[in-house]
């Protein structure tokens, strides 16, 4: 594979689970909100990025569904990959967390560092993968599944911080999942009775809008609320999952291009930032190599070459997004450090992906 080709690639990446192609890098969006925010120009003020807040829900709930769209069932090879997948994304978790925690990084950040240690955890676990559709490959597979698990955490964070006892944390995850389940299966019902285009889309989108709703008026996980939405359409397939999937991506980049602008914009620089930052990438490439290795040997019997771990580099938009709901559902010093550090971390792994990719390491 020649030079120009390895780069171009690298151009290409998917954002998430389903997502088509993007035709640049597009973390280089986190850069623009980074110089419009109140760091940078202050072009997008505190309160702006406050008032965005409705719209920053609807895309995270938009993401979520993408990713439960994707997800197919049936096929011991599939439930493989799945496991694999969530291996990989469970050992990450398990470096990132634990070394934060031992590392006496963040016990400054008080009162809850085990809580800032977890979700960076979890934010450092998803992986964006190359998008090459001539050459789709059994391990793209595994690096594109690792999405799930991070998202399936996230949700059960934002149901346990409201409900600290077993039994309401039980009782809020039930209705969590029943809203969902009833607003997915409410929306197919219609989309499929509607005979114009224009109705179905009308459907769609505000099956997203209330998505994204209801998770900020709970307090509670735009993402993993779309990722089930997503998973009972993809159940009930049929018509009804084709037409929601043609019209959900007429709002797959007007979605994507302000979550990314509105993370990079509430990065909040501080002194602490370089070390915690040091650490968070040391870990992570750490995590990825361990599970990438474990993982492949569970879904296909054999180590892979080590070369392909680095198609794990960058962790996409759900990482991001996954930081940003965070940023939501916790007080504002945790969440900023939090985002803050996964932002960093997201441009320095995709600046290490780019110098990789020009000295010929193959993704």
């Known amino acids: 594979m020649t030079p120009d080709r390895r780069i171009a690639r690298w151009g290409r990446r998917r954002l998430a689970l389903g997502l088509s192609p993007t035709p640049g890098p597009g973390l280089a969006l986190l850069v623009v909100g980074m110089t419009l925010g109140p760091a940078g120009l ?27 769209l994707d997800v197919r069932f049936g096929g011991v090879h599939e439930w493989r990959l799945l496991r694999a997948g969530s291996l990989e994304a469970g050992i990450t978790v398990g470096v990132v967390a634990l070394g934060c925690f031992l590392a006496g990084m963040v016990p400054g950040i008080d009162p809850q560092p085990w809580l800032v240690s977890a979700m960076l955890g979890i934010c450092a676990a998803s992986s964006s993968t190359v998008a090459d559709h001539d050459d789709v490959q059994p391990q793209n597979r595994v690096n594109d599944l690792d999405d799930i698990l991070p998202i399936v955490l996230t949700g059960g964070i934002a149901v346990a911080l409201r409900a600290p006892t077993p039994g309401a944390f039980a009782w809020l995850l039930l209705q969590a999942v029943s809203l969902a389940a009833v607003l997915a299966l409410a929306t197919v019902l219609l989309v499929r009775q509607a005979t114009a285009e224009g109705e179905q889309r009308v459907f769609t989108i505000g099956a997203v809008l209330l998505l994204g709703g209801m998770a ?67 870990l992570r490439a750490s995590g990825k190599a361990l599970g990438y290795g474990l993982s492949r040997r569970v879904a296909f019997g054999r180590a892979l070459p080590a070369a392909s771990a680095w198609h794990l580099t960058s962790p996409g938009v759900v990482g991001i997004a996954i930081a940003l709901e965070f940023a939501r559902l916790i007080d504002q010093p945790l969440g900023a450090t939090v985002l803050s550090v996964i932002v960093a971390g997201a441009l320095t792994f995709e600046l290490l992906s780019w110098l990789l990719s020009r000295r010929g390491v193959e993704r």
């Open 216 to 282: 900020a008026h709970l307090s509670l996980s735009a993402l993993a609320g779309g990722l089930f939405a997503g998973l009972c359409w993809n159940l009930a397939g049929g018509a009804g999952r084709e037409h929601i999937v043609r019209d959900l991506r007429y709002l797959q980049h007007p979605l994507t291009v302000p979550l990314l602008v509105i993370a990079g914009a509430r990065l909040a620089p501080s002194p602490a930032l370089p070390a915690l930052l040091l650490l968070y990438v040391a």
């Open 42 to 68: 202050g072009v997008l003020s505190t309160a702006m990025l406050d008032a965005l807040d409705p719209l920053a829900s609807m895309a995270l709930a938009a993401l979520g569904v993408f990713v439960g």
